[in-house]
């Protein structure tokens, strides 16, 4: 069991992150915009998931894993974004070549 008012940490830092996503986009730094999206929702569920169950979350970065496991109902168009920026934050975590990415 871990602190209930854990949460609010990981929304401060999402909330933080967020506002890193937004700088990158301005500047045009659009990889590193993608990855803080990423990490500032990945933060916001994990928050969530702390609030809703009182369990601290695994080290995965999914976010559907955590979708699910909090059992949050989504629109389609929703889970469908989760999906896609699921899967499109992995290139920018671990780019094999980052050249090849802004193409």
């Known amino acids: 069991m871990v602190d209930k008012?854990?949460?609010?940490?990981?929304?401060?830092?999402?909330?933080?992150?967020?506002?890193?996503?937004?700088?990158?986009?301005?500047?045009?730094?659009?990889v590193y915009c993608i990855f803080m999206c990423h990490l500032s929702l990945e933060k916001a569920l994990k928050g969530l998931l702390i609030?809703?169950?009182?369990?601290?979350?695994?080290?995965?970065?999914?976010?559907?894993?955590?979708?699910?496991?909090?059992?949050?109902k989504l629109s389609e168009s929703n889970y469908?974004?989760?999906f896609i920026l699921n899967k499109i934050s992995v290139p920018t975590r671990y780019p094999d070549n980052l050249k090849k990415l802004f193409t």
């Open 5 to 30: 008012n854990k949460h609010e940490e990981w929304y401060f830092q999402s909330d933080y992150d967020l506002e890193t996503a937004f700088d990158m986009f301005k500047s045009g730094r659009y």
């Open 51 to 72: 609030k809703t169950t009182e369990e601290f979350p695994s080290k995965s970065h999914s976010l559907i894993y955590f979708v699910e496991k909090i059992g949050l």
């Open 80 to 82: 469908e974004f989760l």
